[in-house]
């Protein structure tokens, strides 16, 4: 069971009828949120959003049925933080520390309008500690869209460079009828074809294989169109040159363990941030501030 402490300490942020805390998956503590247009869910763990959902609509983030909900592992889906890197480093978790870190719960909001915003912060770990200092906060609006802004800020007399992705997972109805417009003209690092240097010249990406594609110098938004789903889910994004598109495929699925052999086909990664290239330097006292607001229409 989740400790009663912890449990009750947040039980001060609960908002009746819009903010609920309670015992998630693995036993880790979960925030509820229910707004007059949408439902959301919060982990603690990650500070990791692992579902949004329009009323009268599927889901529009994907968590995976095999996902470890367990300390010192990340969720498979959602909306994992990636800080301070992005990808594998030797004898580092992948992706970085954030999104396997418990964050803190400092503040819930009911908004007038009839949604509700919730602030966290990452307290520090001893992974943290061998960098320059610094200080992450998190704020997630949920209304009518889902609203994520991660600010880092350096409060260390040195600069501070990082790497930073919303790496969010995507709910599709069949991954071979969907299409990814708002890219072309982009330049982007091909991993699956041992990271050359392409330029996507397509009117929208098509995908029938595994697709891992770092586009770089981007800051525009980009559509999802869904048409099994009959919906298109935009991802409109701020503080980013930086959208990555992972779609794992079938033979890359089976590898991976909290990962279903066929649910390559309901899922698309479209992820947004700062790496490679485009990683953020912060000079002292500066702040670097990342927004993605999710929304969805008919298509």
């Known amino acids: 069971m989740v400790e009663t402490e912890i449990l009750d300490r947040l039980k001060r942020f609960e908002i009746p009828g819009r903010v609920t805390l309670l015992e998630g998956n693995g036993e880790l503590p979960k925030i509820e949120v229910t707004t007059d247009w949408s439902n959301a869910e919060i982990y603690l763990h990650g500070a990791h959003v692992t579902d949004f959902q329009r009323k009268g609509e599927p889901s529009i983030l994907f968590t995976s049925q095999f996902s470890r909900f367990k300390p010192g592992e990340a969720i498979r889906g959602g909306v994992p933080i990636i800080f301070p890197w992005f990808g594998a480093r030797e004898g580092e978790p992948s992706h970085g520390f954030a999104r396997i870190s418990n964050w803190e719960l400092h503040e ?105 594609r770092t586009y770089l110098d981007t800051a525009s938004a980009v559509e999802i169109h869904d048409p099994k789903s009959k919906r298109k889910i935009r991802i409109e994004k701020e503080g980013s040159q930086s959208t990555v598109v992972w779609s794992p495929g079938l033979a890359k699925s089976q590898q991976i363990p909290d990962f279903g052999n066929e649910e390559y086909k309901q899922m698309v990664c479209v992820e947004s941030g700062n790496v490679a290239k485009n990683e953020i330097t912060l000079p ?16």
């Open 108 to 212: 819930a909001i009911a908004l007038p309008e009839g949604g509700a915003t919730l602030r966290f912060r990452l307290p520090e770990t001893g992974e943290g500690a061998t960098w320059p200092a610094f200080t992450a906060h998190y704020v997630v609006r949920v209304t009518d869209s889902l609203e994520l802004e991660l600010i880092i800020t350096n409060v260390d007399t040195q600069q501070f460079s990082f790497e930073n992705c919303l790496h969010s997972y995507f709910a599709v109805g069949d991954i071979s009828a969907v299409s990814i417009v708002g890219l072309k003209g982009a330049t982007y690092l091909d991993r699956v074809d041992g990271f050359a240097q392409k330029t996507d010249t397509a009117e929208a990406l098509r995908i029938s294989s595994e697709v891992d």
């Open 284 to 299: 002292s006292g500066r702040s670097s501030v990342l927004k993605v607001r999710i929304s969805s229409a008919r298509l």
